[in-house]
């Protein structure tokens, strides 16, 4: 079993829906919850990061962490076109030197 | 742009042949990990630095190496290049303490192994 799941997708929604990404993990030793952003042949770029449970709002992005699931989320609000991207996850232990990532979701959002 | 920069952005190599990559760390960072990402895939982690000494590698043979340098920019270097190696090569630069686990990534150096 993979430390950290995520459906790779693909998945396409019009222009203004709400997108939910979700991950999950194994490895209750988790603390800091990352999501990011890849264009297509480009490094990822980090969108937000969360420590422990709970919820952080970034604009039209949302991050949730539920460790007693050991279940991640992303929500983005109103997609635009621009967002048509892999979003990958990402966590670490704190003490561990390495982010654990999901395989990315690739999401098209449809003018 | 989060100021970390790789060298080259693209490299072909044939197999058996040995790769230096590159990596300057975001200004104020003294962490610097690479990871190996597949067509398709996640990063997979190969190991960090820290003050020029490796702080902890994946499952990744010795024929892969790195080095830190005292104004923290890192070399990653692979020897006996296999076709497998092909792949996107991450640097992510960090902070300290808990800010070490949030890790910013550069653009990547895509290595073709013919």
């Known amino acids: ?111 | 742009e989060t100021g970390v920069t790789q060298s080259p952005t693209h490299l072909i190599k044939t197999r058996g042949q040995q790769v230096t990559l590159r990596c300057s760390s975001q200004s104020g960072h003294n962490t610097v990990s690479w990871y190996q990402q597949a067509l398709g895939q996640g990063p997979q982690f190969i190991f960090q630095y820290y003050r020029e000494e490796e702080n902890g590698r994946g499952n990744f043979p010795p024929r892969f190496s790195g080095l830190q340098f005292p104004n923290y920019s890192s070399e990653l270097n692979v020897n006996a290049l296999e076709l497998d190696d092909s792949a996107l090569y991450l640097c992510a630069s960090s902070g300290t303490s808990g800010a070490k686990n949030i890790q910013y990534f550069g653009a990547g150096t895509r290595l073709s192994v013919l």
Do not use: H
């Open chain 1, 1 to 111: 079993q993979k430390e950290v799941e995520q459906d790779p997708g693909p998945l396409s929604v019009p222009e203004g829906a709400i997108v939910s990404l979700n991950c999950t993990y194994s490895n209750s030793a988790f603390q800091y919850f990352m999501w990011y952003r890849q264009y297509s042949r480009k490094g990822p770029e980090l969108l937000m990061y969360t420590y422990s449970s709970g919820n952080k709002e970034d604009g039209r992005f949302t991050a949730q962490v539920d460790k007693s699931s050991k279940y991640i989320s992303l929500f983005i609000r109103d997609s635009q076109p621009s967002d048509s991207a892999t979003y990958l996850c990402a966590m670490s232990n704190g003490g561990a030197n390495n982010l654990f990532f999901g395989t990315g979701t690739r999401l098209t959002v449809i003018p």
